[in-house]
RNA sequence: GGGCAGGUGGCGGAGUAGUCAAUCGCACCAGACUGUAAAUCUGGCGGCCACUGGCCUUCGGGGGUGCGAAUCCCUCCCUGCCCA
């Protein structure tokens, strides 16, 4: 048992090794001033120590190891694109980048929830979750190179026995945990605060310490947990590491924000579907998209002055980055079709009804159109409810039902009777 | 262990015996307009009934008082806060 395990730290520790070796004789370290500009500044919230620091060994030409954790609670957004996208910079540059895929630390859930404690998920949900992650971060990050790596920390943290945990603790005052801003603002609302939670932040700061990172790149809203990897770094290891926070998807004027739902478009959003999200956004949100989730230059960008084309050029070059120009190009078309020229979308789902004839209040609710009859009721008397293009006034009526008719309800549900 | 405050529709949060299917905000849906599935404005937002009205089931669970309860009483369950 106490054998294996050493052999298996012995492996993990000779392929970190071998990693960095291959990394060393096969990469060289960009230092071109324009690229470390950019991977400095754009779509940057802050850089812990220094963002001095920082430059200074970039151009020094100086190899680092960089890493971002993403736990595997759900699926993979834009905001994650956001992060991944910076590290991207920085894997072009010559760098050596870890995706720590945190299988442990989302069993915990990093608390980002204001009022409620995250669900703990189960190990099975978790490996679920990450099942399609790596194919998709393949969009953004260079997987060919060999100066990317994916980890995972249940290798080290399942590790752990009470007394290390308790050593690493012991690093951390409660004073210091309870500084973050979530914890007080469940305090301030009387919520609680579980004590796993609690303990989060020190199970992501051994991460940065096993793997001995130099620098840990994440969104802004994980600021607090990378820090205290910097502090038990400097603790345990007495080294000095950079932390760079992005910034977050957010209308800079503040109001009327979608919350998280804005970030919430998944990276494996059907293209269409991505396409028009994007077109939903608000009009503030069209710089910081730019800035955030394009791999375009910005200036480029502020060229359109139609806030309506910019969006549209912002939805299109996300697409096209997840899933290619010509793909990108039809969830274009498609959208033009439907809102801007009211036509039918090109596809449109079938359903098959056995009934012949149905009071129109039924045939929605069958159809999956309505959740009830009031609601059905109410779409009608909204004027809401289009058969074959004609839109229909009577709730009472009785529908002939034929093949190839088309329902729909509003501007986006289309039905065909099959 | 002691003291206190609560549990209401998807969420937040009013209401403390009749006018409550339950104010309001968010989210959501529809309409108008436009530059789009944006913004703004308007309307809707438990269910059922061939419907300008009527019925049914909801306010943590169970029981009770009363003509009448989300609102009062009893009991059980759950949660938070404070003191020790």
């Known amino acids: 048992m106490i054998k294996n395990e050493h052999k ?9 090794l071998y990693g960095k070796l291959l990394v060393f004789y096969t990469m060289k370290i ?41 736990d595997p609670t759900g699926k993979l957004h834009l905001g994650h694109g956001v992060v991944l996208g910076k590290l991207r910079q920085f894997q072009d540059l010559g760098h050596e980048i870890v995706v720590l895929i945190g299988d442990f630390t989302a069993t915990i859930g990093d608390p980002t929830g204001k009022s409620e404690t995250r669900k703990p998920l189960t190990r099975r949900q978790v490996l679920e979750n ?68 609690f303990l989060y932040p020190i199970f992501q700061a051994y991460d940065a310490v096993t793997m001995d990172v130099d620098m840990q790149i994440g969104g802004n809203d994980q600021t607090f947990n990378m820090l205290a990897g910097r502090t038990l770094m400097k603790k345990l290891k007495g080294k000095e590491t950079f932390v760079l926070t992005t910034k977050l998807l957010t209308d800079p004027t503040g109001k009327k924000m979608g919350k998280t739902e804005l970030n919430m478009i998944n990276l494996e959003e059907n293209p269409k579907e991505m396409y028009g999200k994007i077109m939903k956004w608000p009009d503030g949100l069209i710089v910081p998209g730019f800035e955030l989730c394009a791999r375009i230059s910005i200036d480029e960008a502020k060229k359109i002055t139609n806030p309506r084309d910019a969006k549209a050029k912002l939805a299109k070059t996300i697409v096209k980055q997840y899933y290619g120009e010509e ?16 036509k039918l979308p090109t596809k449109i789902a079938e359903l098959k009804i056995e009934e012949r004839k149905l009071n129109i209040l039924d045939f929605l609710v069958k159809t999956n159109l309505a959740p009830s009859k009031s609601e059905a009721k109410r779409l009608v008397l909204q004027k809401g409810v289009k058969i074959n293009g004609v839109t229909q006034k009577d709730w009472k009526k009785i529908i002939e039902i034929k093949t190839g008719m088309i329902l729909q309800v509003g501007k986006r549900k289309f039905l065909k009777i099959s």
Do not use: C
């Not at 298996?8 to 970190?16: D, E, G, I, P, S």
């Not at 812990?48 to 680092?64: C, D, F, I, N, V």
């Not at 793909?327 to 079709?337: C, D, K, P, S």
């Open 8 to 16: 298996q730290n012995f492996l993990r520790k000779f392929r970190l």
């Open 130 to 197: 990450a099942k399609n992650y790596k194919k998709q971060i393949s969009k953004i990050l260079d997987v060919k190179k060999s100066n990317l790596r994916f980890l995972h920390n249940e290798e080290w943290t399942n590790k752990l026995k009470p007394i290390d945990m308790l050593g690493l603790a012991s690093h951390f005052t409660v004073a210091q945990l309870l500084e973050r801003d979530m914890f007080q603002e469940r305090i301030k609302i009387g919520g609680d605060i579980r004590l796993h939670e």
């Open 327 to 342: 793909t990108a190009r039809a969830a274009e078309r498609e959208f033009n079709r439907i809102f801007k020229e009211n």
């Open 30 to 70: 960009n230092t071109d001033s324009k690229l470390i500009e950019e991977a400095l500044t754009r779509g940057v919230e802050k850089i812990y120590p220094s963002r001095q620091a920082l430059e200074t060994a970039l151009r020094a030409g100086k190899k680092l190891l960089i890493y971002t954790g993403i």
